[in-house]
């Protein structure tokens, strides 16, 4: 069993930053591959970035490519996604997410422009 809780969304301005943060807890942080979704409003839930269990690789959405940074702290037990020059475009709730279907209960995000 894995447990998920995203915390650090909130309300910016576009072109401003914010940091997302995910805690896991239950089966063995280290061992497993960390992904960010995200789900806007009458829309589908999306990729956003992902990062392999020893941090070394990353992928990101063509969207969020050069403006989002995922890491992760596996002594913290926690994968972040740190987004800068955000666009109103970017608003969604923000879901962490770790193989065989475990999810957080979302953070939202919300760019004004």
């Known amino acids: 069993q894995v447990q998920l809780v995203e915390s650090g969304g909130g309300l910016v301005q576009a072109g401003g930053s914010l940091r997302l943060s995910c805690a896991a807890s239950g089966r063995s942080f280290g061992t497993y591959d960390m992904h960010w979704y995200r789900q806007a409003p009458g829309k589908e839930r999306e990729f956003v970035a992902g990062i392999t269990r020893d941090g070394k690789r990353t992928t990101y959405a063509d969207s969020v490519k050069g403006r989002f940074t995922i890491s992760r702290d596996n002594a913290k037990n926690t994968v972040y996604l740190q987004m800068n020059s955000l666009k109103s475009e970017d608003t969604a709730t923000y879901y962490c997410?770790?193989?065989?279907?475990?999810w957080g209960q979302g953070t939202q995000v919300t760019v004004s422009s």
């Open positions: 997410n770790a193989p065989a279907g475990y």
